[in-house]
């Protein structure tokens, strides 16, 4: 563990993800409204992914089952995940008929331990 007065060079920060090198992502979770038609489901994630998800550099991990529920984070190369991009996902997700009850958490460090 490193100690907080423990300065690092640009190496040694990329390897421990802390500074500058600091990568962000947040959960997305959203239940469907009923049973959604399979096609139309479908036809959503598609556009998920395309329009609000690469569409704005970032990527998704996760998927469709009782619900919809994953990750988000900033693609290569692209700029730093924002609460502006948590703003996006939720307005795009909250517009969709086929979902409700949209949650998308807090930013947290990608690299921290979860519970």
Known sequence: ????????NQRQGKKHYIGECQE????VEAR????????????MMDDFID??????GLVFGGGLSDALRGWVSAGAGSAPL????????????TRQALL????????????EELG
Do not use: C, Y
């Open 24 to 27: 962000f992502t947040f959960a």
């Open 32 to 43: 469907f409204r009923g049973v959604p038609d399979r096609d139309k489901l479908f036809a």
């Open 82 to 93: 924002g609460e502006e991009h948590r703003t996006l996902i939720s307005d795009w997700l």
């Open 1 to 8: 563990m490193l100690r907080a007065n423990e300065r690092l």
């Open 51 to 56: 329009i609000a998800i690469e569409g704005n």
């Open 100 to 111: 409700e009850d949209v949650l998308v958490s807090p930013l947290q460090d990608a690299w």
